[in-house]
């Protein structure tokens, strides 16, 4: 076969990947020179520990083993079986982190609880966290990785060059459909094949109001930065315990006390944010994040929330955080229907759209491109 994959998103490109895999040749088209989204605006992180039960866990752990084959492949990518620590502070903290380990598939996640002294063993970049007190407990997800989201669509085009069944179109955007399989971009140029997928990420107007009209999918901006070199390995992803409101995972009666009895600082409430933060490669730091739902979207980043962050993170490692080197705002498209990992749709004959994972598409996306790959029948 031949495919058409419109967008060099990691969504894009994992269809890509699949494609090729399957002996296919793949024709890619991508409207920048790189991709730009949220593909790189992201931590990396391959998070399994908070996503919903049943389809969503089973999709996040088919990606986390796909994602540790194509890293074994592909160096490039920068895959780490890191696992990750959410630091409990309190009672009602602990009692949201036991209800997570009770779950019927904690097993499957890589659930566990450590004390005190077990998590500083884990990570002993740390010390500020579990100090004089301060957190009694971490719930550990063993089955949590990362990647690097500045490499990872570089590493895997290069890869996927090499193959000979693999055309890269950067800088000409997909204007319309045409007909049965073909899509035609800025240039005036029709490509045609016998399947055509629209990874569009978070552009949902133009060309995807055109073939598709109104989708249940809604954008999310967010606000992140990375640091210098920490000087020393953090060794698992840190989220803190408000990572909890966040995902369904750790929906639970506990969770209810948490909310009632604990409200958010003032700073995260209002930017619903919590703390999620990895190391790069580099030794630097990526911290976040903040979720924005309602357009318009503001065009410029805020201060308070990167500050809060910096206190989080500092009473965690217990030192100054080093220096911020950069800043940024992402947006990303999310499925309102959450029965759905990502909105799926055959928009003509031959021609499908997959957007919308939300925060789950760095995570997912392997095996939201292998159901689609099964499903077309490639």
Not at 90 to 97: G, T
Not at 176 to 204: F, K, M, P, Y
Not at 276 to 299: C, K, N
Not at 323 to 336: F, H, L, M, S
Request: proline letters at 5%; charged letters at 25%; glycine letters at 10%.
């Amino acid at each position: 076969m031949k495919v058409i994959v419109v967008g060099a998103g990691v969504v894009g490109t994992m269809h890509a990947w699949h494609a090729v895999e399957r002996g296919h040749e793949v024709v890619h088209i991508e409207r920048e020179a790189e991709a730009r989204g949220a593909s790189l605006r992201n931590f990396g992180q391959i998070w399994v520990s908070g996503r919903a039960g049943g389809e969503e866990l089973d999709t996040a752990l088919r990606a986390r083993e796909l994602w540790e084959g194509i890293g074994a492949r592909v160096p490039g990518l920068g895959f780490r079986a890191v696992g990750s620590l959410t630091p409990v502070r309190n009672e009602l903290e602990l009692a949201v982190a036991e209800a997570a380990v009770a779950r019927p598939d904690a097993a499957a996640r890589g659930y566990k609880l450590l004390t005190a002294t077990e998590a500083l063993a884990v990570n002993p970049a740390l010390r500020g966290a579990f100090a004089n007190g301060g957190a009694e407990a971490a719930l550990w997800c063993e089955r949590d990785a990362a990647v690097e989201p500045r490499l990872a669509q570089l590493a895997l085009r290069e890869a996927l060059l090499a193959t000979g069944k693999y055309t890269f179109l950067p800088n000409r955007e997909v204007r319309d459909v045409v007909g049965e399989n073909a899509v035609r971009d800025d240039h005036g140029d029709i490509h045609s094949g016998d399947a055509v997928v629209l990874c569009t990420g978070a552009a949902l107007s133009g060309l995807v109001r055109e073939v598709a009209g109104e989708i249940p999918v809604r954008r999310v901006r967010l606000q992140m930065m990375q640091t210098e070199p920490l000087g020393e390995p953090l060794t698992t992803s840190v989220a803190d315990a408000d990572s909890f409101r966040y995902y369904p995972a750790y929906a639970s009666g506990a969770l209810d006390a948490l909310q009632a009895g604990q409200p958010q600082d003032p700073t995260a409430a209002a930017h619903k944010m919590q703390l999620l933060m990895v190391q790069r490669l580099d030794g630097g730091l990526t911290i976040g994040d903040t979720h924005e739902y309602e357009h318009p979207f503001a065009f410029d980043t805020l201060e308070d929330p990167y500050e809060h962050l910096t206190r989080v993170v500092e009473s965690f490692l217990g030192r100054p955080l080093p220096k911020i080197k950069r800043r940024w705002a992402g947006v990303y498209a999310q499925c309102v229907d959450t029965s759905r990992v990502v909105h799926r749709q055959r928009v003509r004959d031959g021609v499908w759209l997959v957007t919308g994972p939300g925060g789950r598409g760095m995570t997912c996306s392997p095996a939201i491109a292998e159901t689609t790959a099964n499903e077309l029948g490639w």
